[in-house]
């Protein structure tokens, strides 16, 4: 059974860093795309970051540049987001996901990812 599974959420006060992991197992995903999204209450769910399989491309939205950094380690089969300087606006449900066959900017679209973890809670204090 293929299963993502996201850990590291919490409550944090604004200006405060989260990280958060997404563990991989029933199969390798050293050779997918694999991303971060959020949902916010009330809100639709958005794209935070992705990387490519091998690590060497990554993107952002706009509202995480340089605040964000997503990583992968593909010998543990495991994805990171080092989230810094959190604001309140940042307070989310976060959800790891991967596909097999995106690429690029097409990583941003959430209908490209086939696998999703069920979302780690986090909640930024102002």
């Known amino acids: 059974q293929v299963q993502l599974v996201e850990s590291g959420g919490g409550l944090v006060q604004a200006g405060g860093s989260l990280r958060l992991s997404c563990a991989a197992s029933?199969?390798?995903?050293?050779?997918?795309?694999m991303g971060w999204f959020r949902q916010a209450p009330g809100k639709e769910r958005e794209f935070v970051a992705a990387?490519?399989?091998?690590?060497?491309?990554?993107y952002y939205a706009d509202s995480v540049k340089g605040r964000f950094t997503i990583s992968r380690d593909n010998a543990k089969n495991t994805m990171y987001l080092q989230m810094n300087s959190l604001i309140p606006e940042d307070t989310a449900v976060y959800y790891c996901?991967?596909?097999?066959?995106?690429?690029?900017?097409?990583?941003?679209?959430?209908?490209?990812?086939?696998?999703w973890g069920q979302g780690t809670q986090v909640t930024v204090s102002s």
């Open positions: 990387i490519s399989w091998s690590g060497g491309f990554t």
């Open positions: 996901a991967a596909s097999d066959y995106c690429s690029g900017y097409g990583c941003h679209r959430s209908g490209a990812y086939a696998y």
């Open positions: 029933g199969r390798t995903f050293s050779r997918s795309a």
